[in-house]
């Protein structure tokens, strides 16, 4: 769900940097072969996520949610030389074309991928994070930034996709992954450990900076 007005969000595309034809050619295959290609992340998206870490130069990221692999590709592009990015995902079946285009983006050696729950696999973790991207089931946001704080840095981002919901958060009665969503946004900001700010890009990103 984009926030925007369509002809808005066109004009902002248009004076932004394109969107590289790898990034082109696999958000086309997912859109005709994956269910809900929705899930990406998109151009605008993507340019965010490679900018702000660009910006840090994280030697770490953990993903929450791989889907296809767009948004992996560009936050691995802000990685240190020396940097890795490790990325969960419930859906073994994507697995194949993720691994292809971080090949053909020249990413695949400092990305690593996990399948399984993300719940079992975040514990097993002994990296200190500069950066946490969560993007997953929504019901366990909550449960991912409480598994997730410790592991981040001191100065270190947690920015959470999806997190306006297409504007249900606003509605008085919320199904159980609104609620999950609304139950997030209000966690992060009455949490004093973390400066925090929503941004509308797409679909709201969360985003909270840890201070101790």
Request: proline share 3%; hydrophobic share 40%; net charge negative.
């Amino acid at each position: 769900m984009n926030l925007l007005p369509k002809l808005l969000e066109k004009y902002i595309e248009e004076n932004s940097t394109k969107e590289e034809s790898l990034l082109q050619e696999l958000s086309r295959e997912t859109h005709l072969k994956v269910q809900m290609p929705q899930m990406l992340s998109g151009h605008l998206q993507g340019l965010f996520l490679e900018f702000i870490s660009t910006m840090i130069q994280p030697k770490r990221i953990l993903e929450i949610g791989t889907f296809t692999g767009y948004s992996a590709i560009c936050l691995a592009k802000g990685l240190t030389t020396d940097g890795r990015l490790y990325t969960i995902d419930i859906n073994e079946e994507l697995q194949p074309m993720v691994e292809r285009y971080l090949y053909l983006a020249g990413l695949n050696q400092k990305v690593e991928q996990w399948i399984g729950d993300a719940r079992e696999i975040i514990p097993t973790f002994e990296e200190t994070f500069d950066m946490v991207f969560i993007d997953a089931d929504k019901l366990n946001y909550s449960t991912y930034y409480d598994l997730v704080f410790d592991k981040v840095k001191q100065g270190g981002y947690i920015i959470a996709d999806n997190v306006l919901w297409s504007g249900k958060v606003l509605e008085e009665k919320k199904d159980k992954d609104t609620q999950a969503i609304d139950n997030y946004n209000k966690k992060v900001a009455a949490d004093s450990r973390v400066k925090n700010f929503i941004l509308p890009l797409r679909d709201g990103l969360n985003i909270a900076q840890k201070l101790i």
